[in-house]
């Protein structure tokens, strides 16, 4: 799965690579733990099942043109103990990004703990380097990035969504930064199919 380990040993950070998502409209600040318990997310936004997961994840028509697919698209039931609904993740090849794109999402039974969520996962990255996400329609961002040794790098941008945790990133084998312009449109894009799915829609949305 295309996601940042828990732990990283022979951390070589790369800023370079976050100061490129810029700063302002996005946040990098870690929210605060749930207070309300397990509070419904609102009426408007829909709480988002297996089925609805697996359809915000991208197929080849949605991503930029030329990307391949790497391994088969993962989907998971309810993890009760977690409040969790449903998860899934798929990963594409890029080559104009020299790496590879994982996209992932999470749908939790409320908002807190959606929240929850979310914070554990930034925790979990305490040895990356942060910075903040120009991301819009979304409650919190941040972008994330460390190197393991010389042969392998991460960077992604980790968002919440109402009831939602997801994250787009990109693993390539050197420190090289990822282009800014096409990671943070293929996260917009992923966003708008969350948000399509969570006001009960079929997602369409499909990067520029």
Not at 4 to 24: E, N, R, W
Not at 72 to 78: M, V
Not at 188 to 194: C, E, L, Y
């Amino acid at each position: 799965m295309l996601r940042a380990k828990k732990t990283v040993q022979g951390l070589c950070l790369i800023g370079a690579a976050v100061s490129l998502f810029g700063c302002g409209s996005g946040t990098g600040a870690e929210e605060p733990g749930p207070t309300q318990g397990d509070t419904p997310s609102p009426q408007s936004a829909r709480i988002l099942g297996k089925e609805q997961v697996q359809a915000v994840l991208p197929d080849l028509d949605d991503v930029p043109t030329g990307w391949e697919k790497s391994g088969t698209s993962r989907l998971h039931g309810a993890a009760p103990d977690e409040g969790m609904l449903a998860s899934g993740t798929q990963g594409y090849t890029a080559t104009d990004l020299e790496g590879v794109v994982g996209f992932g999402i999470q749908s939790f039974q409320t908002r807190a703990q959606a929240i929850q969520g979310y914070t554990e996962k930034k925790s979990q990255m305490a040895d990356a380097q942060f910075g903040p996400a120009q991301i819009p329609d979304i409650e919190a961002a941040f972008t994330a990035s460390y190197c393991i040794g010389e042969n392998y790098c991460s960077t992604s941008i980790n968002l919440r969504l109402d009831s939602v945790y997801a994250y787009v990133n990109i693993n390539t084998d050197g420190p090289a930064a990822a282009d800014a312009k096409i990671l943070n449109s293929v996260t917009r894009m992923f966003v708008q199919r969350i948000r399509q799915a969570q006001r009960g829609q079929s997602p369409s949305a499909k990067a520029a």
